[in-house]
């Protein structure tokens, strides 16, 4: 006799083309506990510790931007450090210190690292065309530079509008264990799907980034080709640099391949130790370094093309939006990390928006400000 089986009621795919756990209903639970919901993942842990020390400044929580956001109801976690020391926190009353959240796109910045250094060992040409490290590729990338990709700086059919329940970027999610599949369709993996996507003229005429997130899964794939070791080698490296405390959790396909574009869950004082490794210009503890100094400053100085309104006043930029004077990036759902090099400062927020889209993009610019501001006044 066979068993008889269900589908997984938090992955398969119910109404406005999302599985349960991506429901509003259902999102706040969902994104809380991503770490254990999707199918496929890998944690990592460092073996030593950045301590970070308790010095509260009270007037940060008192500032009329920053109490706005923290009144938020899908408010989850604030943090802000500078060198080792934890000048404000705080947490909604369902969250807290140790728990993970879901980074999701702030996980790109990973990258940044890794292509600088790659970039700085000589083994990889910003200026080559994608062919060059991927003949496999599809005709969505292979003419694209690998600068132009890690600029969101390429035309092609793959789609991110969240607001359109038919674009790609839902597909995408059943390659990486986020949902199930259709019905009687075949398993992808990440680069089984980046490999079909398609383009004719891949230059960007739009006048600004072209946001897609397959850009940083073919960078990924790209440095691992190019340096001969595996995504998760280079992760575990950044893990260890940084001194995380808590696990790092990644999504990864059927393959173990990690989802370099958007699949971390950490806490928030450990994403905020990571951030501390690009104030420092790569600088971990004891004498670790990842990334190079001389490729996150240029990240700064030398960006790539604009956003269009309302975030104007930022530029994307080597898998990292700046102003030309802090680095930052942000994630699905309304996480950001921000980074001052020139004031050593990290702002670290996690919330859960629970609208259609999971993201707006007027919420996210006036985080954004408020974050910039007290990065570059305290």
């Not at 406005?16 to 944690?43: I, V």
């Not at 600088?116 to 040409?125: E, K, T």
């Not at 891949?202 to 440095?223: E, P, Q």
């Not at 059927?254 to 806490?267: F, I």
């Amino acid at each position: 006799m066979t068993l008889a089986s269900v589908a997984n009621p938090d992955l398969v795919t119910l109404f406005d083309n999302k599985p349960r756990w991506q429901l509003p209903d259902y999102r706040r639970r969902g994104f809380h506990n991503l770490h254990t919901t999707a199918r496929y993942a890998l944690s990592l842990r460092a073996p030593r510790v950045l301590p970070l020390n308790k010095e509260i400044d009270w007037t940060i929580g008192e500032r009329t931007g920053v109490a706005r956001f923290l009144a938020m109801p899908h408010f989850s976690a604030f943090v802000v450090v500078r060198d080792e020391r934890i000048l404000y926190e705080a947490y909604a009353p369902d969250f807290g210190p140790e728990r993970p959240h879901p980074i999701c796109s702030i996980t790109k910045t990973t990258l940044n690292l890794m292509l600088g250094r790659a970039l700085a060992d000589g083994l990889i040409n910003l200026d080559e065309k994608v062919r060059t490290y991927l003949p496999e590729i599809g005709t969505g990338y292979a003419e694209a530079t690998v600068r132009a990709v890690a600029d969101m700086n390429v035309a092609n059919n793959f789609t991110e509008e969240y607001e359109d329940t038919q674009a790609a970027i839902y597909a995408f999610d059943a390659a990486f264990g986020w949902r199930l599949p259709p019905e009687g369709a075949k398993e992808e993996t990440t680069r089984s799907f980046i490999r079909g996507i398609a383009g004719d003229d891949l230059a960007n005429r739009t006048g600004h980034h072209l946001y897609k997130s397959t850009n940083s899964d073919v960078i990924g794939w790209i440095i691992e080709r190019a340096s001969g070791r595996s995504l998760r080698d280079w992760l575990i490296e950044i893990v260890e640099a940084a001194g995380l405390e808590g696990c790092f959790h990644i999504t990864c396909d059927r393959e173990g391949v990690p989802l370099v574009c958007g699949g971390a869950c950490l806490t928030a004082r450990d994403l905020a130790r990571y951030g501390l490794l690009f104030a420092r210009k790569g600088e971990g503890v004891d004498g670790r370094r990842v990334g190079d100094a001389a490729f996150i400053e240029d990240t700064r100085r030398n960006p790539g093309p604009s956003l269009p309104s309302p975030r104007e006043f930022m530029f994307y930029s080597r898998q990292m939006f700046t102003d030309g004077t802090f680095i930052s990036h942000g994630g699905l759902g309304g996480q950001n990390m921000l980074v001052n090099p020139d004031t050593g400062t990290v702002v670290i927020y996690f919330s859960v928006l629970e609208n259609k889209s999971l993201s707006d993009l007027n919420f996210s610019s006036a985080l954004i400000r408020m974050m910039a501001e007290l990065a570059a006044e305290l």
